[in-house]
């Protein structure tokens, strides 16, 4: 899984009721600054993170998706409404990027080295094309009332993509119940923001250049979700090739091109996070394309000359420093 992408930045003022809380979960790591009545219960967060991990973590070989994944074909079997809703988003991203998002990628995402099944070495191109017979979201029917999940043919799923903007979601939720004035949640680089930072003013984050060391820019926030998918942070090397976790669902093989991270801004964790990775399948043009036509807010790193060029949909421009 992830880690920690956009670096967050907050100036903690004094006087002010803002407390941190960090941790680890999903193999990756949170970090809140709140302004709560209470104090910020740390049990509560990592309770309700390793809730969503035994639902959803194909790490966790008991979890209710890798108990789904390893049962039979034909059977609606009944799963936590929550996972239901996941998936249903992942499906509903599948249908609008005509399959760029696709939480059916599993067996590749295996394949190309990456989760917890990784294979160690570089596949052959029949082994690909085999692979990519069962990558089709079509393929696993979801239900509401009752909440299942049912295979239709053999299909494995992977929610990394998506799951933990919902995690971020969720301990929104979790703060907006305990009555906290303001927040900024971070966990694997899906940000979610309420009111104002320390001292006042919008929250500032930093999107980190593709060489990790500094930021191209600052988006500031109020209100919001935001997901950030890149390819300079999780992958491997393989005969000096650069393998990217994020995979084309549509061809088999992992994303190779400029367009090294995109953010998104939506309304939900959830959606930045899985509008993140299906742009980063798409590469820069069809990205860009697509963000206009949805009108999504999305910033794109690219990969240029000796640096990195960036540029932004539309619907970007009000988060921009300056802008
Ligand atoms: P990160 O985990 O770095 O935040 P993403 O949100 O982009 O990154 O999710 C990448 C993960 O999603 C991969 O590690 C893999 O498990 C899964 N994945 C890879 N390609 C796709 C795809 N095309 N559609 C959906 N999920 C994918
Ligand atoms: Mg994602």
């Given at each position: 899984?992830?880690?920690?992408?956009?670096?967050?930045?907050?100036?903690?003022?004094?006087?002010?009721g803002f407390?941190?809380?960090?941790?680890?979960?999903?193999?990756?790591?949170?970090?809140?600054?709140?302004?709560?009545?209470?104090s910020l219960?740390n049990?509560?967060i990592d309770?309700?993170?390793?809730?969503?991990?035994?639902?959803m973590?194909?790490?966790?070989?008991?979890?209710?998706?890798?108990?789904?994944?390893?049962?039979?074909?034909g059977?609606a079997?009944?799963?936590?409404?929550?996972?239901?809703?996941?998936?249903?988003?992942?499906?509903?991203?599948?249908?609008?990027?005509?399959?760029a998002f696709?939480?059916?990628?599993?067996?590749?995402v295996?394949?190309?080295?990456?989760?917890?099944?990784?294979?160690?070495?570089?596949?052959?191109?029949?082994?690909?094309?085999?692979?990519?017979?069962?990558v089709d979201?079509r393929?696993?029917?979801?239900n509401?009332?009752?909440p299942t999940?049912?295979?239709l043919?053999?299909?494995?799923?992977?929610?990394s993509?998506i799951?933990?903007?919902f995690?971020?979601?969720?301990?929104?939720?979790?703060?907006?119940?305990?009555?906290?004035?303001?927040?900024l949640i971070?966990?694997?680089?899906?940000?979610?923001?309420?009111?104002n930072?320390?001292?006042?003013?919008?929250?500032?984050?930093?999107?980190?250049?593709?060489?990790?060391q500094d930021n191209?820019?600052?988006?500031?926030?109020?209100?919001?979700?935001?997901?950030?998918s890149g390819?300079?942070?999780q992958?491997?090397?393989s005969?000096?090739?650069?393998?990217s976790?994020?995979?084309?669902?549509?061809?088999?093989?992992?994303?190779?091109?400029?367009?090294?991270s995109?953010?998104?801004?939506?309304?939900?964790?959830?959606?930045?996070?899985?509008?993140?990775?299906?742009m980063?399948v798409?590469?820069?043009?069809?990205?860009?394309?697509?963000?206009g036509?949805?009108?999504?807010a999305?910033?794109?790193v690219v990969?240029a000359?000796?640096?990195?060029e960036?540029?932004?949909?539309p619907?970007?421009v009000?988060?921009?420093?300056?802008?």
């Amino acid at each position: 899984m992830a880690v920690l992408w956009a670096a967050t930045f907050a100036v903690m003022s004094a006087g002010c009721g803002f407390e941190r809380a960090t941790g680890n979960a999903m193999g990756t790591t949170y970090s809140i600054q709140a302004d709560c009545p209470g104090s910020l219960a740390n049990d509560r967060i990592d309770a309700e993170l390793a809730r969503l991990s035994a639902l959803m973590s194909t790490y966790d070989a008991n979890s209710e998706l890798s108990r789904f994944n390893r049962g039979p074909i034909g059977v609606a079997r009944p799963v936590s409404p929550e996972l239901v809703d996941v998936v249903d988003a992942a499906f509903v991203v599948s249908e609008q990027t005509r399959g760029a998002f696709d939480a059916t990628v599993a067996p590749l995402v295996a394949l190309w080295g990456f989760g917890a099944d990784a294979a160690r070495r570089v596949p052959v191109d029949k082994e690909v094309a085999q692979a990519l017979r069962s990558v089709d979201y079509r393929r696993v029917a979801h239900n509401r009332d009752p909440p299942t999940l049912e295979k239709l043919r053999p299909a494995t799923l992977d929610l990394s993509g998506i799951a933990k903007g919902f995690a971020v979601d969720r301990l929104a939720g979790l703060l907006d119940d305990a009555r906290c004035r303001a927040y900024l949640i971070e966990f694997g680089g899906e940000i979610r923001t309420r009111a104002n930072a320390p001292g006042g003013g919008p929250w500032r984050v930093g999107v980190e250049s593709p060489s990790g060391q500094d930021n191209v820019t600052t988006l500031l926030f109020e209100t919001d979700a935001l997901a950030t998918s890149g390819d300079y942070r999780q992958y491997r090397e393989s005969d000096g090739v650069r393998v990217s976790h994020v995979i084309d669902p549509r061809t088999g093989y992992p994303v190779r091109h400029r367009l090294a991270s995109v953010t998104v801004v939506a309304d939900t964790a959830m959606m930045a996070d899985a509008y993140a990775t299906a742009m980063l399948v798409m590469g820069e043009v069809e990205a860009r394309g697509f963000a206009g036509e949805m009108g999504l807010a999305a910033l794109f790193v690219v990969r240029a000359d000796g640096g990195f060029e960036m540029f932004h949909s539309p619907a970007m421009v009000p988060y921009l420093e300056g802008g």
